[in-house]
């Protein structure tokens, strides 16, 4: 019984981490409503970033994590600031056709520069566990997953109780309302989109720690992140959290219980019924 | 010059084409009118009803392993093959395509909810003994067979049946897009509100073109089938291609004629130029085509997301015919 415990345990400690990859997406939707196609592209760029300067440097990933989103940041801000922006009011499968091209020119440069193979980033730690009462967690899975709740906590906090997080929240809110009082929406947008892609940043080292990075896993991820946001409910940021641990945790029993390679199956499944039967979510509001 | 001389020039030149080209030009040509065609029967959905399907690839891969199967286990020849893909695709569409409109999935909803039913198809079809599973599924060939009706024979055969698949479809979508069907069709893409108050069935429009869109693809699927000889779930059924079979149709024009036929040739001279190049540098380089289909999408997305063809018609004086 108690490896279900620790196969639970273990879903829910990756779930945390798809949910801050997911509520990037989520940010830049709520805000800029723009659908970020490239999202799992953004992510896996993360991952051989943190690659990268683990092999240069030989540093652990998540020292590395700050360098990793602010780098994300200004990807995001300058994506948005001179190819999102002026697809603003267009139509939206325009915006989608936008950053499909994003994805795919990111997917197979990535392809180019780094080629098909997997790439691992080893730590010291990596074979360590934890116990905790009757269960047995992987060191690795802990640290990533306190990780995520700590920049999901900060994120929610700089939302509610500083200026220009409830600046961001007014052009989400009202965005007519925003323009009358004199905020800078566009920067603001960019701030907005800037700030998704640092998550991106963030859950990419982070997800490095537990997955070898291969351009591939792009694709998967990109999908991962719409199944968790829209399980969750777009737009809401609890949503995002436990849309990843719903996730996270069935693919870990799907994995144990059937086949790893069937895990999957259950996402899409759930994403399939989820936009059928609640299409706003399990946590959003009605529209 | 008018539409219908610049299309009955276009056929003449491609049906004696073989004669004036080697294999690998042949080959190449093979490529852009099988994406011609598939760009063509998406662009009944997306550019015509404005339902974004990104899941094309189900329909291609449904195609090709129902008539590949036939074909394996039964010796029953493609073009009669072709019934049952046809039928069992446009029954996947017709599902998809009902529980989406029902309940009221729009927009890139509509399109998470295809890529939601490939990918799910993709990892059945991975564990489905009896297609092979993810060792994937291969037709038996024998050498010097050859039938027109069961597809068997050299690559010229495999040419003008690509080029019959084409060009028919091209007729068919010109002919639906002057019926009844066919304006009720853009008046949804445009507003699906407003055509549902002057009285368009928005329900059945939207199903009919499903179900025009998947069985066409599917007949895609089955020339792919019988033209490779071999198909995994990983490949056929990939996100990777339904994004190739949109590429064209975008590029070229969303809801023209012509654009995915134009689109299809300039994607794909760009993606086979830029693989020949490299390789006469002595560069292997996988991802460098789709970076520069990357790059056009980006291109006409920005400059020009009415497509190429909208644009060139524009220079050849050419009526809205196109």
């Known amino acids: 019984m108690t490896v279900y ?175 009358v009082v004199g905020l800078d929406v566009r920067r603001l947008y960019a701030l907005a989109f800037g700030l998704g892609c640092a998550l991106v940043g963030a859950s990419g080292t982070l997800m490095v720690l537990m997955r070898d990075a291969t351009p591939i896993l792009a694709v998967q991820l990109t999908l991962l992140a719409f199944i968790v946001v829209i399980i969750g409910g777009l737009g809401s940021m609890a949503g995002a959290l436990v849309g990843g641990v719903l996730i996270g945790v069935s693919e870990a029993l799907a994995g144990f219980v059937l086949m790893p390679s069937l895990k999957s199956l259950f996402s899409y499944g759930l994403l399939i019924l989820v936009l059928l039967l609640r299409p706003e979510g399990l946590m959003g509001r009605r529209a | 010059m008018s539409a219908r001389n610049l299309l009955l020039g276009l056929l003449a030149l491609l049906v004696v084409a073989p004669a004036l080209v080697g294999a690998y030009p042949l080959a190449v040509l093979i490529l852009i009118l099988h994406y011609a065609y598939l760009g ?33 286990s039964f010796g029953l020849p493609a073009l009669l093959g072709a019934i049952p893909a046809a039928i069992v695709a446009t029954l996947a569409g017709l599902g998809i395509g009902a529980l989406g409109f029902r309940f009221r999935v729009n927009g890139v909803y509509f399109a998470l909810l295809t890529i939601a039913f490939a990918e799910f198809t993709r990892i059945l079809f991975d564990h489905m003994g009896w297609t092979g599973g993810s060792s994937g599924f291969f037709l038996p060939v024998e050498h010097g067979q050859v039938s027109p ?145 990357g790059v056009a999408l980006l291109v006409i997305v920005t400059v020009q997301p009415a497509g190429l063809w909208p644009w060139l018609a524009k220079r050849l004086r050419i009526g809205r015919d196109g």
């Not at chain 2, 662009?43 to 339902?51: D, K, P, Q």
């Open chain 2, 40 to 72: 063509i029967a998406w662009n009944v959905m997306m550019g015509f009803a404005g339902l974004l399907s990104l899941g094309h690839t189900l329909y291609v891969g449904l195609g090709a392993y129902v008539a590949a199967a036939l074909y394996a």
């Open chain 1, 5 to 179: 415990l620790d196969i639970v345990a273990s879903g829910v400690l990756t779930g945390l981490v798809y949910g801050l990859m997911a509520l990037g997406l989520s940010v830049i939707f709520g805000v800029v409503r723009v659908v970020n196609f490239a999202h799992g592209e953004l992510t896996v760029a993360a991952m051989y970033m943190a690659w990268v300067l683990a092999g240069s440097l030989g540093v652990d990933p998540i020292l590395t994590l700050p360098l990793i989103a602010a780098a994300l940041f200004a990807v995001g801000y300058a994506l948005q600031r001179h190819l999102v922006e002026p697809f603003i009011g267009r139509p939206e499968h325009e915006q989608f056709m936008l950053l499909l091209a994003v994805s795919i020119i990111m997917l197979n440069g990535l392809l180019l520069a780094f080629g098909p193979d997997a790439r691992h980033v080893p730590v010291d730690y990596a074979y360590d566990s934890i116990e905790l009462g009757p269960m047995l967690l992987d060191t690795v899975r802990v640290y990533a997953a306190a990780a995520a709740v700590a920049l999901a906590l900060g994120l929610y906090l700089f939302f509610r109780f500083t200026d220009l997080g409830t600046a961001i929240r007014a052009c989400a809110d009202n965005l007519l309302g925003a323009q």
């Open chain 2, 149 to 293: 009706v069961a597809l068997r024979g050299p690559p010229i055969l495999f040419y003008y049946v690509a080029l019959a698949m084409a060009a028919g479809g091209f007729m068919l979508a010109r002919s639906l897009m002057r019926t009844r069907l066919g304006y009720a069709w853009l008046a949804i893409r445009e507003d699906p509100d407003s055509a549902a108050a002057s009285g368009v069935d928005v329900f059945r429009a939207r199903m009919a073109a499903v179900a025009v869109s998947s069985a066409l693809t599917s007949l895609g699927g089955v020339f792919y089938a019988f033209y490779y000889n071999n198909m995994y779930p990983e490949q056929i059924f990939s996100m990777a291609r339904s994004i190739e079979i949109i590429l064209a149709p975008i590029i070229g024009g969303l809801g023209t004629l012509f654009g995915p036929v134009l689109g299809s040739f300039v994607l794909t001279l760009l993606g086979e130029g830029t693989t020949g190049l490299l390789e006469h540098l002595g560069l292997a380089a996988p991802g460098a085509k789709q970076v520069i289909y």
